[in-house]
């Protein structure tokens, strides 16, 4: 039982994450090249379709955004936590369906088997990931977003770890 109400749990945070493929201007465009990641990029000024989702350190502490933008070449997807927080580690996957996260037998994501991981030395407090927008105009994408936060007391030194998820809602 408690292993289905995570599953729904984790079904339901990727499902926040859920972005729907549409065109800033062109209608007809095909892409061949493969998914290859293009990291710590500057996000240009033609994007569109800006969505943002919480990030979720520990379960229920609001420690950022995740913001997830397009054009007809990339898919921008930028972190930002705030306050005392920075992020030492970051993973990001992108599937056409919720099975396509990498998760273990419960169904609860494995982030360590993500398309991407980016550690951070020392802890940043922003980070933009760009991946080749290979998706059809109208096809829904999952993105999961799951950082190693850190909160920083004064003096810059480590005080509190957790795990964090991006989402429209806390949840474990």
């Known amino acids: 039982m408690k292993a289905k109400i995570l599953q729904l749990r984790w079904l339901t945070i990727l499902l926040a994450l859920t972005v ?3 065109s800033c201007e062109k209608e007809d465009v095909t892409v061949t090249e493969s998914l290859t990641l293009k990291s710590s990029v500057i996000i240009p000024d033609d994007v569109c379709g800006a969505e943002s989702f919480t990030i979720w ?3 229920s502490i609001d420690v950022g955004m995740v913001t997830i933008q397009k054009n007809d070449e990339n898919i921008f997807i930028s972190i930002e936590t705030s ?3 920075k992020f030492q580690l970051s993973h990001v996957h992108i599937a056409t369906t919720p099975e396509g996260i990498p998760s273990n037998k419960q169904g609860i994501p494995v982030p360590g088997k993500f398309m991407e991981q980016t550690p951070h030395t020392p802890p940043v407090s922003t980070f933009n990931y760009a991946f080749p927008n290979i998706y059809d105009i109208g096809q829904t994408i ?8 850190v909160k920083l007391d004064g003096m810059g030194e480590i005080v509190q770890e957790e795990t964090a ?4 809602e806390p949840g474990n």
Do not use: D, K, R
């Open 83 to 85: 306050g005392n927080w």
């Open 20 to 22: 729907t493929m549409s």
């Open 57 to 59: 350190a520990g379960q």
């Open 142 to 149: 999952y993105i999961a977003v799951h950082l190693e936060a």
């Open 165 to 168: 998820w991006a989402g429209n």
